[in-house]
């Protein structure tokens, strides 16, 4: 559904839950339509339909569904960032994935429980998207970086030591997609020269209407957009509305 028709079904809201997150204001709140959180400002976070909870509406995240189908062969996914449990709903579908999501704050596992259906299969660990990369000694086919503190995406983002530790943690066919805000074109530059040192292989996804981009990084060749479309027939299971405009706003960076 198009951001301007979302808009209009938001209201009128209600505040459904309330609370203080290390003097952050965290907000739950639903319409007749929808339920999401604000955490930190005002930005709609982890938009879920009552109608059919277990759709991904917003496009930022259903950009991370993209992973699919650029290696359907994926089994082992890493989610750095719970949220509203969005992609843990969808997936659960999936059953031959095995989804591990990473949740700094227990205060917001437990929104995540009471307000927008974690599933109770979900594997989910309390623990910083950091410390656990940094410690971990498995690798995974896939890893989902969704990592903002309030607005701004999260300062290991930023950071070389953390594409180093995800470059360990990903197998040999490894991908990564990060959801990130970068407020200048130098800082995304300097930002894509360095997850380049680590995964040779990038693309970007840019939307209309949100500031957001997603970068695509990998290990091997980005499987091509016509090829991308062609692989939704490998996984019926999902409701893939919207997937082809976000594909053709697939932007690849050449390797040299």
């Not at 319409?31 to 909870?53: T, V």
């Not at 020269?193 to 209309?208: C, D, G, H, N, W």
């Not at 695509?216 to 091509?224: G, K, M, Q, W, Y």
């Amino acid at each position: 559904m198009p951001e301007r028709l979302i808009a209009k079904h938001l209201f009128p809201q209600r505040i459904i839950e309330q609370q203080c997150i290390k003097g952050e204001k965290l907000l739950v709140k639903e319409s007749e339509r929808f339920r999401w959180f604000e955490y930190a400002g005002a930005s709609i976070q982890s938009l879920m339909s009552l109608d059919s909870p277990n759709q991904i509406i917003m496009p930022v995240t259903q950009s991370f569904l993209l992973c699919l189908l650029i290696n359907p062969k994926a089994v082992n996914i890493l989610n750095l960032g719970l949220g509203g449990a969005a992609l843990e709903r969808c997936l659960t579908k999936l059953t031959k994935l095995s989804l591990t999501s990473i949740e700094a704050s227990q205060a917001i596992i437990s929104m995540a429980k009471s307000h927008f259906l974690l599933p109770t299969q979900s594997q989910v660990i309390c623990a910083s998207a950091e410390q656990f990369v940094a410690e971990c000694d498995q690798q995974y086919d896939v890893v989902l970086s969704d990592l903002f503190i309030g607005e701004q995406s999260a300062d290991c983002i930023f950071e070389a030591s953390f594409y180093q530790q995800l470059d360990q943690i990903t197998t040999d066919q490894g991908l990564v997609l990060i959801n990130l805000f970068a407020d200048s074109e130098e800082k995304l530059t300097a930002l894509l020269l360095t997850i380049k040192k680590y995964f040779p292989y990038l693309a970007l996804v840019e939307f209309e209407d949100f500031s957001n981009i997603i970068v695509i990084a990998s290990n091997v060749e980005i499987t091509l957009q016509q090829q991308l479309k062609a692989n939704k027939a490998l996984l019926t299971e999902l409701d893939w509305q919207g997937i082809d405009e976000l594909i053709d706003h697939i932007t690849y960076i050449p390797m040299y």
